[in-house]
């Protein structure tokens, strides 16, 4: 029986271990075998030295999640230990996607960023769904400049459909491309980071690397290609179909989207979730959602978007009693 003592130091107790230590008692039970007891700042671990380096692991991996978020809750403990049936670690040297410039190492930081990497290497067609900040574009393009670096593939395609989210283009100088150029901004900002400055402007000049309205890929094949569809909540019914029929062989295609930001008109369907409504019993296809847990900005992002998403159930809930109400007071008229 070997026993380890970790010391938790400038960090709030309730926000690391949970009400009433809810997330020790996860990591307890997870590791029967061990014994754990949190008091005051400690935590006492004892058992076999194996499991205790693996639940050494884990708390470390923890604790760098509060020290980026703030706070630890019980789904993120259930995350941790249930990625692949161990905890993420985020060190791992295998988890490095790409090395970018001025040293920048591009790994995935959340379980389900790990997920959708993983997903990208077994699947051809992969759909990243959640809220922003969650990194999915940013992992997405990381993995499509990987597959270029690997000569996988020939180019890489990004595009997203010019949709107005709530301004209007037309106000805006220049041709549709340069209308459109600060909307791509996160894009061209992540490959920025990702591909020396006078590479990237070579990859564009010779369309290795191009960037284009969802419009342009019309009547094309994408062979030879790493494709990314962004902001594809944005997409008609008509144009993601279109989109995923352009895939050629050699392709591989990761299509993100945030089902909570649709910027269509009201009566407008967005094609995203027909889609993935329909394919969703189609093998060799990998749907990865990302949530709030994900998030990697700053801490209150995560908050904004809880309260916008709690918002959002209300309204629904209201919405479905009101229509409760009305078809109960026909069938009593």
Request: glycine letters at 6%.
């Given at each position: 029986?070997?026993?380890?003592?970790?010391?938790?130091?400038?960090?709030?107790?309730?926000?690391?271990?949970?009400?009433?230590?809810?997330n020790?008692?996860?990591?307890a039970?997870?590791?029967?075998?061990?014994?754990?007891?949190?008091?005051?700042?400690e935590?006492?671990?004892q058992?076999?030295?194996?499991?205790?380096?693996?639940?050494?692991?884990?708390?470390?991996?923890?604790?760098?999640?509060?020290?980026?978020f703030?706070?630890?809750?019980?789904?993120?403990?259930?995350?941790?230990?249930?990625?692949?049936?161990?905890?993420?670690?985020e060190?791992?040297?295998?988890?490095?996607i790409?090395?970018?410039?001025?040293g920048?190492?591009?790994?995935?930081?959340?379980?389900?960023?790990?997920?959708?990497?993983?997903?990208?290497f077994?699947?051809?067609?992969?759909?990243?769904?959640?809220?922003?900040?969650?990194?999915?574009?940013?992992?997405?393009?990381?993995?499509?400049?990987?597959?270029?670096?690997?000569?996988?593939?020939?180019?890489?395609?990004?595009?997203?459909p010019?949709v107005?989210?709530?301004e209007?283009?037309g106000?805006?100088?220049?041709?549709?491309?340069?209308?459109?150029?600060?909307?791509?901004?996160?894009?061209?900002?992540?490959l920025?980071?990702?591909?020396?400055?006078?590479?990237?402007?070579?990859?564009?000049?010779?369309r290795?690397?191009?960037?284009?309205?969802?419009?342009?890929?019309?009547g094309r094949?994408?062979?030879?290609?790493?494709?990314?569809?962004?902001e594809?909540?944005?997409?008609?019914?008509?144009?993601?179909?279109?989109?995923?029929?352009?895939?050629?062989?050699?392709?591989?295609?990761?299509?993100?989207?945030?089902?909570?930001?649709v910027?269509?008109?009201?009566?407008?369907?967005?094609?995203?979730?027909?889609?993935?409504?329909?394919?969703k019993?189609?093998?060799?296809?990998?749907?990865?959602?990302?949530s709030?847990?994900d998030?990697i900005?700053?801490?209150?992002?995560?908050?904004?978007?809880?309260a916008?998403?709690?918002?959002?159930?209300?309204?629904?809930?209201?919405?479905?009693?009101?229509?409760?109400?009305?078809?109960?007071d026909?069938?009593t008229?």
């Amino acid at each position: 029986m070997v026993e380890k003592v970790i010391t938790l130091e400038n960090i709030s107790l309730l926000d690391f271990l949970g009400a009433e230590n809810e997330n020790i008692r996860q990591i307890a039970a997870a590791f029967p075998q061990s014994k754990i007891v949190s008091r005051g700042n400690e935590i006492r671990i004892q058992g076999r030295a194996p499991e205790i380096l693996r639940i050494n692991d884990l708390l470390n991996m923890l604790l760098q999640h509060f020290h980026r978020f703030g706070h630890v809750t019980p789904d993120n403990v259930k995350e941790y230990i249930a990625l692949e049936g161990t905890p993420f670690e985020e060190n791992r040297k295998d988890d490095v996607i790409i090395f970018g410039n001025k040293g920048l190492v591009v790994k995935p930081k959340s379980p389900n960023q790990r997920k959708l990497v993983d997903s990208s290497f077994k699947n051809d067609l992969v759909f990243a769904l959640g809220p922003a900040g969650t990194g999915k574009t940013y992992i997405a393009v990381a993995l499509a400049v990987r597959a270029l670096k690997n000569r996988e593939v020939k180019r890489i395609i990004i595009t997203r459909p010019a949709v107005e989210a709530g301004e209007n283009l037309g106000f805006l100088p220049g041709d549709l491309q340069e209308k459109l150029d600060p909307y791509l901004r996160p894009i061209y900002d992540a490959l920025a980071d990702m591909v020396p400055s006078e590479k990237l402007k070579f990859y564009q000049e010779t369309r290795v690397i191009e960037i284009a309205p969802l419009a342009y890929m019309r009547g094309r094949t994408l062979h030879d290609a790493f494709v990314l569809l962004d902001e594809a909540q944005n997409t008609t019914s008509e144009q993601i179909k279109m989109f995923l029929t352009r895939m050629g062989p050699n392709s591989k295609v990761i299509i993100t989207g945030d089902q909570t930001q649709v910027d269509l008109p009201s009566r407008q369907k967005s094609g995203l979730k027909e889609a993935l409504h329909v394919l969703k019993d189609v093998k060799g296809i990998g749907i990865v959602n990302l949530s709030g847990k994900d998030v990697i900005r700053h801490k209150l992002v995560k908050s904004i978007i809880e309260a916008y998403e709690k918002d959002e159930n209300q309204k629904n809930e209201r919405r479905e009693s009101n229509r409760s109400d009305k078809s109960h007071d026909r069938g009593t008229a």
